[in-house]
């Protein structure tokens, strides 16, 4: 998935990408729009994206946190922080260097991903019956790709 308008107008741009695969990217990218725009607001993107990064990764040193997330090391010391206070991270020593801490998912943490998950998947579910039978069998023979999309990206924000 394209992470920002700069990588979608790369995309749309390079010659080596064809007219199809350019569609498919302005598409994915105008559903992620959408459903970013309708999720609720009750806590920061930076902050989501944190915890779902720890719930699919395990804990993380708060400067592996920055890096994956995008954002200076201070200011993921602050937000983890703030998601210790509200109980959805903790803080321990890092077994490997005891200089280090690891940011942990706590069940709260994990709850309010799953449950965020769960809130968008409702919503998209919520009007895939206004979908033809023929596109709903397009959407679900695309899953596997999607995934595989989402893996990719994934990882080359973590590297």
């Known amino acids: 998935m394209l992470s920002d308008m700069s990588e979608l107008a790369a995309a ?8 199809e695969d350019s569609d ?9 729009t959408e459903l970013v725009r309708q999720m609720p607001r009750d806590m920061s993107l930076t902050s989501v994206a944190t915890l779902a990064t720890l719930n699919r990764t395990g804990p993380r040193r708060i400067t592996d946190l920055a ?14 922080s703030t998601l210790e206070r509200s109980g959805h991270v903790r803080r321990g020593s890092d077994p490997n260097d005891r200089r280090a801490s690891l940011v942990t998912l706590t069940d709260r943490g994990r709850e309010y991903v799953l449950h965020r998950r769960a809130t968008g998947a409702d919503s998209v579910a919520s009007v895939l019956d206004d979908l033809s039978r023929s596109e709903r069998d397009a959407l679900a023979a695309a899953v596997p790709a999607m995934r595989r999309l989402r893996d990719l990206k994934a990882q080359q924000r973590e590297t």
């Open 67 to 80: 890096l994956s997330e995008g954002v200076a090391q201070p200011s993921m010391t602050a937000l983890v």
């Open 12 to 19: 749309v741009d390079d010659p080596a990408t064809t007219h």
């Open 24 to 32: 498919v990217a302005e598409a994915v990218y105008a559903l992620m």
